[in-house]
């Protein structure tokens, strides 16, 4: 039988063999309705998204959005504001971006810039329905077991009814499951659209998933050329757990200096930058570049009427060297 599409027919076993060729194993028992979801999440995840193709215009590549597991649409592209901890300045790089086109903003508690991004997203005047935040709850409060008032705090901060996307920041030992058991619990109140984690390897994902009644929707990772962690992005590609690169420039170090990305920037007319996070969407990775320099962050967002060919991806993809740039999720120690 050929592969089905959508929840018309649901398999229940899948044949490696024919599953490499294009088909599956169709049996029409009755599931228990976890199984359900994981199976409905495999079937997606085949046709795992990336984004690809041109955009008319830098404010509708901007607007492009991919469908995660709940059906949420999340922005491909957004802003990153870590270590901008003045207020009116996350204000005025948010505001900045806003009036580019760009729809999607990354903060945390830990940011100390919640005010200020939430200033920025009231006074642009643009339907809160077209923004999608995300914020961050911080490891002090994961350890005290204080996500519920950590949340009131940021959205208090923030001035916002209602949140698009919470994350865990960090993955604290002997909190995973108690922690995703309160991040459940506050997306069921309807605040918040949706919840992920940050930082989480394949052994915290372990821990997690199988208590979850919510599969994370996102794992935000440190994610860039040189650092690509392959087994955890096909990991969380079989289970439709979307990744979004933090740190994509690699925070502008040697990465922009690198000899094969200088030559692909150079055969396109563009920014070492630019052919970076072009990668990250075309991979099929949520990209949040940070900026406060109003040129830098036009830069980063003219993405969208150009392509890299599968030769170039490929190139990209042999840079891989498992070079951290910020903190390792298995020994961080904040
Ligand atoms: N979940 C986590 O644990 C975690 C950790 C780190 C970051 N994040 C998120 O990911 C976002 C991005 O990561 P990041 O801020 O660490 O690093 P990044 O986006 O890789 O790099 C930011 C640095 O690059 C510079 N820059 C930006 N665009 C540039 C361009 N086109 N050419 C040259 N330099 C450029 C910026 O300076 P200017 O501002 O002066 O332009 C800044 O110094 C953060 O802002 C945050 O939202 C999450």
Redesign the pocket.
């Known amino acids: 039988m050929k592969r089905q599409r959508g929840p018309h027919a649901l398999p229940t076993t899948f044949s490696g063999n024919a599953l490499k060729r294009g088909y599956i194993k169709i049996e029409l028992s009755p599931l228990p309705s976890f199984d359900r979801t994981r199976l409905l999440c495999m079937v997606h995840a085949m046709s795992y998204p990336t984004l690809t193709g041109t955009f008319p215009s830098v404010a509708a590549g901007l607007k492009a959005t991919t469908k995660l597991n709940n059906g949420l649409l999340m922005p491909w592209f957004g802003l ?4 901008v901890p003045v207020d009116a300045d996350a204000a005025r790089a948010v505001r900045t971006a806003l009036d580019l086109g760009y729809r999607h903003i ?3 508690a830990l ?1 100390h810039n919640e005010r200020g991004v939430g200033q920025a997203v009231r006074e642009s005047g643009i339907p809160r329905s077209e923004i999608f935040i995300t914020t ?1 709850v911080w490891n002090d409060d994961i350890r005290a077991d204080r996500i519920e008032a950590a949340f009131e705090d940021s959205m208090t901060k923030l001035g916002l009814d209602y949140l698009d996307l919470y ?1 865990l ?2 993955p604290i030992k002997g909190k995973h499951q108690s922690a995703w058991r309160t991040m459940e619990k506050l997306q069921r109140t309807g605040r918040i659209k949706t919840i992920g984690v ?2 989480y390897m394949i052994p915290h994902l372990d821990e997690l998933l199988p208590k979850a009644e919510i599969v994370p929707a996102v794992n ?3 994610f ?1 050329p040189y650092l690509q962690s392959k087994p955890l992005h096909d990991y969380c590609r079989a289970r439709d757990i979307r990744l979004t690169a ?7 170090g040697p990465l ?1 200096r690198d000899p094969v990305l200088t030559a692909i920037a150079k055969e396109h007319g563009r ?1 070492v ?2 052919i970076v996070l072009r990668w990250d969407l075309q991979v099929g990775v949520i990209t ?6 109003p040129a ?2 036009a ?2 967002a003219a993405l969208f009427d150009f392509e890299l060919s599968a030769t170039e991806v490929a190139a990209i993809v042999a840079l891989d060297r498992n070079q951290r740039n ?1 903190a390792d999720p298995f020994t961080f120690t904040f």
Do not use: C
Request: proline share 5%; net charge neutral; hydrophobic share 40%.
């Open positions: 990153g504001v870590f270590q990354d903060t945390a940011y961050k994350l920041h960090w940050s930082n935000q990772i440190e860039h933090w740190s994509p420039l690699m925070q502008a922009l920014s930058a630019q949040i570049p940070k900026s406060v320099n830098r962050i830069e980063n910020g």
